[in-house]
């Protein structure tokens, strides 16, 4: 193992972030304030496509294919000069493990050749660290809720910026439900977004799904019945009736997932009595989970974070800024990180 150069007091100044866990080969600079110098994201959608869902081979030889170049890109964009950096934040997990070995590697030969710090962060942290990126004045503590391909947790976020799990899915996560339910449709990958645009066109009280609250008071989610739920329904539906219907099919079905992520994001605000809440990760992007919150915000008073799109599904602006975070907070970086697939985050 390659011994980390000595960096234990970070010079403040501009950071290069890496993402590479899932399908999104991704690198952003920040300022040595915190502000997004660059923001490039080369998405595998195109590779993928075809198999309906995510081929991690595929995945990690698409990377090695592009991170120089998108490291290279955001570099140019940000104006900075490789020898200005002072610090890389790559993500370490969750995620594929051969994509993120990609990742991890090019970070550290970077780091080494630099002389630099590198940290690892948490993809989890990343997305947490996006609700502060346009607004850094987000107050804590807040409730957090990360809703992505992988994940749907519900978080308490401390004073001192520490979070405690406050629910999380027993099956399947929201962006999984969404590409479900899009694969059911035959709508294709990913899923989410196609949802999203065809659901504009239906019905959301069409159909009645089920929405499942689990027991009184719980924060936890539940959305594997939601997707039994539509298998059953295109079942007893002739094939005309399918296609008449898709949009609000569609409709309905989104409904149902982002009603329940509202419902337990404001519970979780009641109970926790903080006055702001933040909603980030990929289903974030929701258009129709977007209307919902900022209404029941307003109509509540509660202080909503909901970033720019581009900083909702996966990007390496918000993994450069939880580094960036961590660098500040006097973790050192070193060059002994490895990749972690099933890294937890609670
Ligand atoms: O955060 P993300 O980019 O990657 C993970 O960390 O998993 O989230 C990807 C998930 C996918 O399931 C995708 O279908 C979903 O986010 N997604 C959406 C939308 N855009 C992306 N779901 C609903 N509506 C969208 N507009
Ligand atoms: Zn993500």
Request: aromatic share 6%.
């Amino acid at each position: 193992m390659t011994t980390a150069p000595a960096t234990s007091t970070w010079v403040s100044g501009p950071i290069l972030g890496i993402e590479t866990s899932c399908d999104e080969t991704a690198a952003s600079v920040l300022a040595t304030d915190g502000a997004v110098l660059s923001n490039v994201i080369t998405s595998q959608h195109d590779v993928h496509q075809r198999f309906g869902g995510i081929v991690p081979e595929l995945a990690s030889r698409a990377h090695i294919e592009s991170i120089e170049a998108v490291s290279a890109e955001a570099m140019r964009q940000a104006g900075l000069a490789w020898t200005e950096l002072t610090g890389i934040a790559v993500t370490q997990g969750p995620g594929l493990a051969g994509a993120l070995l990609v990742g991890v590697s090019y970070a550290k030969a970077l780091g080494y050749a630099l002389n630099i710090p590198v940290v690892g962060v948490n993809h989890l942290e990343g997305h947490i660290a996006s609700a502060w990126l346009k607004d850094p004045a987000f107050p804590l503590p807040s409730v957090v809720l990360v809703v992505s391909g992988g994940h749907t947790h519900l978080y308490y976020k401390q004073p001192d910026g520490h979070c405690r799990l406050l629910g999380a899915t027993r099956d399947d996560a929201a962006g999984e439900a969404f590409d479900k339910g899009a694969q059911l449709l035959q709508l294709g990958y990913p899923g989410g977004p196609a949802i999203d645009r065809l659901a504009r066109q239906g019905n959301p009280e069409a159909i009645a799904f089920p929405r499942s609250h689990l027991k009184k008071g719980s924060l936890d989610f539940s959305f594997s019945g939601l997707k039994t739920s539509l298998l059953y329904r295109l079942q007893v539906m002739s094939e005309l009736s399918q296609v008449e219907r898709l949009a609000d099919l569609a409709a309905s079905y989104q409904e149902a997932i982002v009603t329940i992520l509202v419902e337990k994001a404001f519970a979780a605000v009641r109970s926790t009595g903080v006055h702001a809440l933040a909603v980030v990760g990929g289903v974030s992007a929701n258009s129709r989970l977007r209307t919902l919150l900022e209404q029941r915000a307003a109509s509540e008073s509660i202080y909503l974070s909901l970033p720019p799109l581009a900083y909702c599904t996966d990007n390496a602006a918000m993994i450069a800024a939880a580094g960036r975070h961590s660098l500040q907070a006097g973790f050192s970086g070193t060059l002994e990180i490895d990749a972690q697939a099933s890294l937890s985050c609670s």
